[in-house]
């Protein structure tokens, strides 16, 4: 089994910052690919940004310059640094692998369960 658990969603106000955090555990032979997505009510999941194992990073455009991934090969752990949020950050904010469960495997994405991030004042 695989989980990847998020956790650091909360409630901030308009200006702030978060650090999101997601940590995959289980029988995890490699981990290629990690990403970050959100999803805000009524709308569709949407990419954030992503990170491969040797730390080469892609963003969303409207996502540049306010957010930061990065990644703790050691630990499986990938974080999404927020700052300056905004109240249309609003989201549940999931996060995303792409691994292999053992040598040979082609591998699979799986998501965590989300995190509520709620942007108000």
């Known amino acids: 089994q695989v989980q990847l658990v998020e956790s650091g969603g909360g409630l901030v106000q308009p200006g702030g910052s978060l650090r999101l955090s997601c940590a995959a555990s289980?029988?995890?032979?490699?981990?290629?690919?990690m990403g970050w997505y959100r999803q805000a009510p009524g709308k569709e999941r949407e990419f954030l940004a992503s990170?491969?194992?040797?730390?080469?990073?892609d963003y969303a455009d409207s996502m540049k310059g306010r957010f930061s991934i990065s990644r703790d090969n050691a630990k499986n752990t990938v974080y999404l640094q927020m700052n300056n949020l905004k109240p249309e950050d609003t989201a549940v904010y999931y996060c995303?692998?792409?691994?292999?469960?053992?040598?040979?495997?082609?591998?699979?994405?799986?998501w965590g369960q989300g995190t509520q991030v709620t942007v108000s004042s």
């Open positions: 289980g029988n995890i032979f490699s981990i290629n690919g």
């Open positions: 995303n692998a792409f691994l292999s469960r053992r040598w040979g495997e082609r591998g699979a994405a799986y």
């Open positions: 990170i491969t194992n040797i730390g080469i990073t």
